[in-house]
Every structure is written in C-alpha cells, then in structure tokens.
C-alpha cells in the first residue's frame, strides 16, 4: 500500500541504527535478529519516520532502543495491545511488534491471540529462546516438557505451546519462521511479512547463550542442519536434506518424511507448498513438525488474504459519515429532542 | 386539562414509578420527565434498577425503578421520597415502601394482587396496606389492568400485547394528577411504531383512558407545578455518561485530533464506550478491547501515535489498569482515564454508587506517580470536566483520571446547548521538525514543564520511549541515581503546574459562618439543597463542592480558616477529608460518611450539618 503513493526511499541497514550502545550478551541471538530487522526496513524502503517499533518486557523488549526509528518500550505482555493501538489510530506507520516467549504467550497471551483474531496489519516478531533471560532463567509456555530451569529443578511438567499451532489457532493469517544464525533467510522472511496486510506472526528461533544454550541445537547443529531445516516457498516442492533428496508427503491424514529414489518415490510424490490455502490444517501440521524425527519447518508457512481491522474501521467511519447528518459537535449537540426555555 | 376543581400548586415534585424489570418503568419515567421539561419545570432523574438482566418476575429483585424530580425551581437531586410511588405489582410495593414521603399517594394496579405475588414479593398477609402500614397514606387501588383491557378489548391485539402496554395506563394517571399535556408523549407512540399503526392507536387510547379514570377518582389530588425560572437557551437531556463521551469528543473537536477510545464494558461505565462509538459520523475510533489493561495500552498505543486517546471504566477495571498507567505517567503521553465510581471492594454493588475510589485515583501506581485528577459533580457538567480531562491531558502531557460514579453517570439532567465556539481551544505542543535534534524530555522554557509531542510519521523525530527511566532531557535510558531524582520532580512538578488554570474554589451560600460543608464530585445537589434549606432557616453555613482533586485549588487553605466548623460529607469512610488533612494539616474536620451503595438524602445532610450549628 505504502509503495503506491510514497517515494521508496534509499536506505541502508545502518540507517536504522540508533546511537545506543547494544546491551544484550555477546553472542546472544537477538544481535542477528536486530541485523536483519534493520536490513529488511532498508530493503522495504518505507521512509524511516513511518517504522514504529513496539516492544513488552524481556531480553528482546530492548530492541526499540537500537532501531532509529519510532520505538516504545512498553511493559511486560502489553506489546500486543500497544501496537494495536498505534496502528489503529495510524494506519499509515509500518508497525513492528518486539516481543518474546513470556511477554507473548504468557503474560500477553491475551493480547496475542486477539491481535491475530482482529487481524491487525503487523509484524509481530516473536523471539522464541524457550527462557526467560531477564529474570535468569526460569522456564517459560515454551520450555521443553522435562527441562530444568531455576524454578522447574527437577525439570518442568508443564507442555509448552506450539505458536504457530496457537497463532493458527487464533486465526493467523500469516505464520512463518526464522533462524537467528541464518540472516540472509530472517531477512527475507520480515519483507515477506511486511508485504502480508494482515497480522504477520515470526517465529524466530532465538539462542540464549546464558540460561537455554542450544536449546534449539537439534535443528542449528552444522552436523544435521540441513536434514533437520526445511524451507518452505509457496508453489515449491518439499524437498530438504544434504542431498536434496528428502521430502515430506501426505500420508494417513500426517505428514511424513520420504526419500526420493527409495520405495518407487519419485519428485511427483512430494508436497507442494500452498501458503494461500485458506484451510490451515497442513500449515499447522507442517509447523507442528518436531526435530528430529522431521524437518523443522522454516519460511513463511501461511499468508493468506482477509479483510484487516484498521482498514475496515476506516472504512466504516467513511462510510458513516458520509450517511450522517452530524459532522461537528454543534451538529450532535443540536439533534434529537432538544426545547428551547425563553 | 384535567376537570378538577381543587387544584394545588407544588414547588416541586417526586414521582417514582417501579414495577417488574419487564414493565416499561425506565421508558414511562422518561416519556413523563420530557413532557415536565417541555413545560418548562427543571428536572433530575434518576433510574434503579436491578444487576440482573432479567430477574425473577414478581420478585423485589426484580423490580426496576425511575425517579423524576421536577419542579417550578431550580432541581438539584431526583429527591430523596416520592410525593407519588407508582408499583405496578406487590414485589414493587414492596421495594419502594421506604421511598414513599410520609402521607404520600401510592398509586398501584390492584389486578396484580393476589396469593402468588403476595407470596413472591415476601409478604406475609394477603393485605398489603396494612402490613406496610400505609393507612395514613393516599393510596390509590386501580385496577389498571382490567381497565387496559377494556380500552383495547375491540383492538384486535391479543391480552399479552395489551397488558404491555399498561405503563401508559399509568402514565395517563400521572399526567392528570400533574395536569400537564402529553402532545410530546403521542409524537414518541408515532415515531417509535410509525409502521404499526395499531400500537400506536393502543398506546395513545390506554394513555387517554388512565388519564380519563384519574379524572373521575376523587381521591387522587390534583396538582400544578409552574414552569421554573431557569436560564434561557436551548436545551436537551443528557445523562452523565452521554455527557462525559460527548464532553470527551467536544475535547478531540476543539484540539483538532482524532479521538481514540481503548474499552473493556463494564457496569456503570459502559455506555460511554457505546456513546463514543455511535459517533464514527465524528470520525470517533471505539476499539472494544480484550481486558481492561488493553483497553488503556491500546488508548496509550493511540496516544504515541498522535491521537486524543480515552479508556473508560469503573473501579475494578481502574485497579486493572494501574501498571499502564503509570506508563503513561513515565511517558508523559495524553490520556484521559474515565472511572464511573461503584459500590466496591471487588465486584461490590455494580449498579449503586459509591464514591470510594478517590485514594485508588490518587495513589494505586508503583513508584512516585502522580497524576492530575479531577471529579464532575452533575450529569450535565461530566461534559465540561470531561472537556476539562482532555484539556489538562493534552495541554500538559499527562494522563488524568475523571471521577464520576453510578448516581450521576446514570441520572439525567437538562443541559443547555452552548456552541462549540464558546469552548476554548485545546493547544497540544505538538513537535515540529526544525532541523535541530529532538529531545522528547526536554522542557520549555515557560515553566509548564510539558514536553513535547513527535507523532510518529514525522520525518527527523523519530525517538524511542518507555516505561525504563529516562535521562531527563534527552530520553536515553538512564540508572543515573541523581538523574531520577530530577525526572521525579520534574514529573511532580509538571502536575503542579496544572493548577495555573485551575478556577479558585467557590463557596455556595454564605462566605463566612458557623459551618463550611464541603463535597466533590457526585454529592454537589445533594450538598447544595441541605445548605440551602438550612439557610432557608437562618443558619450561617456555605458550601465547597470540589471539582479539582489534585492538584487542589489555590485557595482551598483561605476558605477553610473562613467558618467555625468544617464538615467533609463524602460517599465512603472518609478519603478526601484525610486528603484535606494531609494537604491542610492545620485544621480541625468534622466528616460525615455513608456507604449503602446509595447518595445521600437531603434530610440526613441536614441532620449531621445541624448538629454542628
């Protein structure tokens, strides 16, 4: 919409750069995340005043600081309904949403499926570390069933949320997601999701090198990754693994991984990738999908088009008040039942 | 006309009609309160009705009630007792025997009595009158629904349509007993069932028909309440919650800014949401949000990005959303927080009122916090204070809280009609790129301490904010331990400078005295009739019903060294008047407190405030 009437601008990523000094842990994940976010706004191009960048609490709620661009830091869990209020009352600022594992699915889950219920136009990047880092390490909705953390010791009993399965769940228009060592691939997924009108979900899957190091190792490991890592493109076979001869089919209502060239399997077989399929329930199968007996699923799994809330509610008021007989407050003081005292 | 020869002439009048939730009392109260204000009288109501949307028929949790005051003077209050009760069964009887002014005329459908209401309505003899001792009272058995039918009995409507239309009955009674026209009553049948014709021949002939049989019942009294003297113009009626979302998009009109309005409904504070969001016309946003707490991050998420932001609510919500407001408080961003006060602790009483959130209003943030809040004392003036909360928002960058409660958000009062351009303009200090950096806590020079306002898509000033605490000035995040000790003063300080446009207190009645009442917010009416009664009866006594809670007008220390005695009368356990004693140490208060879920009565004020005369 923004590319139709205004001049794309000539960005670098060092554009949106702010003056401060980066705080996060040297080799914390949200470093290359903050790279690429700053890559892809240079790459939309987009003039800079019109990037608003809203943040909860945790770790990765600092990220506004680092970004010359508009940016609240809001509080913990409120990201959602900060946002939400931004682009509603604004709908011309491409608005990003900063939040993590705890800030989004814990204390803003609320706001997290309403946002995506509404289908508000924004990019919500969801730092997922599977920890709370700030508070040092207590387990978070997305820590493994099992793990020990500060406050599970002798390891948690509690089942961690699947979020695109949630987001899915909530109505997502559009899911997809990143790696925090593969910039160039997180890169391309924020333009993708900037280009969706609509609430766009990222999964990015964030290393905390403090309290969960390599919690997502079964699919980063150099050794597997590329037999763990699928990325998916909308209109593009499944095919995955070292050899590019892996692919995942249809199999008894799941999904299941295949290798071309064994059990008369041939490229035909293989699933081809329809993000635009209003029905999610493959989009969620494939998001679902768990190292390491499958792929992990990476890449925009599901965009598709609706209405969003900002641009109905303008219509709305378009509409509304191009029916009206009330234009000003004197107009609304003045109708009805009104008598005049001499 | 009516055709009674002994007619009496009334200052004023309270009329309460009650029956099941399902009888029509709120539209009958309405229909006769603007017949009374078309005439000429001043009017106050007042409507009660139960939590439950539809309660068991028959039953005194059940009935619903509607109290109208009007008269040839100036009206203050709906009344605290009904000159005439209207029940339209037992259980309603029952309800509002308490209401009744001693010697009063009750007025009740005799076709409802029988063993099963009795039964339902809790009586325990199958003689309502005396058991209620009303003997020495006017009552008035009518058989009102055998006379409803008889009306209609060749309209072709079947018994259950009929019977619904039995409030007009009553009306029909009451407009002869006050001898007033009902012209504006039939225009209503017409616009509301213009296509059915037949209703509205049903409505008008049982209207006619309970004012033809109050003609001929010589019991009933005959009435004259003159028009009163009140200020000329034009007028509507408004409730306080209509009052507070027009007074709310009066502001965004006069600031030149759309509204924004972030709400979660809430009992008694809802209709402001809905009010607003009738007015897309006005290019009002409404956005009906998840919770209480995304209703005000929502309206704070507006207010970042350059809109007039509002959240409304009621006390339970106000607890909800404390944390967001003192982000609001760090930030330094306009919003105006709506608490429409209810009986409390936690969901407490949520349709009586109370007005027992006034230290929560003040005081439930973490950290040092301070906020302006300011208080409406009448249905009609919630549209200057909410007015009055977007002004003091926006011109000073802060959140402000409205008082408001249950009694006067509901109540409806006329209010004259004065054009937008008597209102003063709203100046935000927007920010404007003028090639220097911007600094988003950089203070003018004036002295306000207001910063200013970069609304995002504004090229050159973009910036960050939060809820961390920020280096004054230049707004990077900042630990430094003397720098938040400037940010905290300069917050407070900020407050203070509200008060630059804050009216002196005024004193109602005598300047000086034996005795200074003093109200805020919802109790003024109530506050003024005793004072004024009391000096009816030659008692030196004033009254300062407070609008600015904080900060406090000037002169609020000058006018308490002006009486003998000091009485803060409050709907709670005393939260001003320990305000008062914390900001005005020096003197000695006496208080009068109640908390019932009900306003005070005229009578009872009179009786505290004499004890110290």
Redesign the interface.
Known sequence: MLENNIEVQKYTAADFK?D?EVRWCPGCGDHAVLNAVQKAMAEIGH????Y?V??G?GCSSRF??Y?????????HG?A???????????P??SVWQVTGDGDALAIGG??FI?EIRRNIDLNILLFNNEIYGLTKGQYSPTTKYGQKTKTSPYGTIEQPFKVGQLAMGAGATFFARALDNNIKHATETFVKAEAHRGTSVIEILVNCVIYSDQTHAAITDKEFKEDRQLFLEHGQKMIFGKEKNKGIVLNQGGLQVVTIGENGITEADILVHNAKNQDPIVHMMLANMQAPEMPVALGVIRAVEAYTYEVA?EQ??EE??A??K?????D???S??????? | MNNKANVVEKEAVVIRFSGDSGDGMQLTGNLFT?ES??F?NDVATFPDYPAEIRAPQGTVGGVSGFQVHFGQKKIHTPGDYADVLVAMNPAALMANRRWIKKGGTVITDVDTFNEKNFQKAGFKTEDPISELKLEDYNVILAPISTLTKEALKDSGLDTKSILRSKNMFALGICYNLFDKPFDNTFKYFEKKFGKKPQIVDANKRVLQAGFDYASNVHALPSYRVEPAQ????????ISGNQATA?GL??AA?KANL?I?C?SYPITPATEILQYIAD?????A?T?Q???E??GI???????????F?VTTTSGPGLALKT??AG?AVI?ELPLVIVNVQRGGPSTGLPTKTEQADLMQALYARNGESPLPVIAASSPSDCFDYAFEAGRIALEHMTPVILLTDGFIANGTAPMR????SEFPVITPRIAKNNGSKYLPYARPEDGSMTREWA??????????????EKMATTG??SYVPENHQVMTDQRQAKVDQVIVKVPNQEIIGDQTGDLLVIGWGGTKGHLYDAVDELRIQGYKIGLASFNYINPLPKNTGDILTKFKNVIVAEINSGQFVNYLRMNHPKFDYHQYNKVQGLPFTVEELKDAFRKLL
């Open positions: 702010s401060q003039p800079k005043e019109n608003a809203i943040s609490i506004p600081y970004m010359n661009t508009y940016g609240f830091h809001g509080i409120r959602g309904a900060i946002a939400s209020g931004v682009k509603t009352a604004n011309k600022l609320n706001h309403h509610l709305k008021i509304t008040k029916a009206s009330i234009h000003s407050m004197d609304l003081l003045n009805g039942e009104t008598w005049v005292v001499k | 603007d204000a078309l000429g009140i200020e000329k113009g034009k007028y509507r009626s027009w998009l009066a009109e759309p924004f972030g007015r897309q016309d006005l290019g946003k956005f949000a998840e919770d707490i995304a991050c929502t309206a704070i998420g507006a207010s970042f990005a350059g809109n932001a944390e967001a982000l930030t009609i004065r054009p937008m609304i995002p898509g504004t090229p050159g000033l973009e910036h960050r904010i939060g809820g961390l990077t995040v």
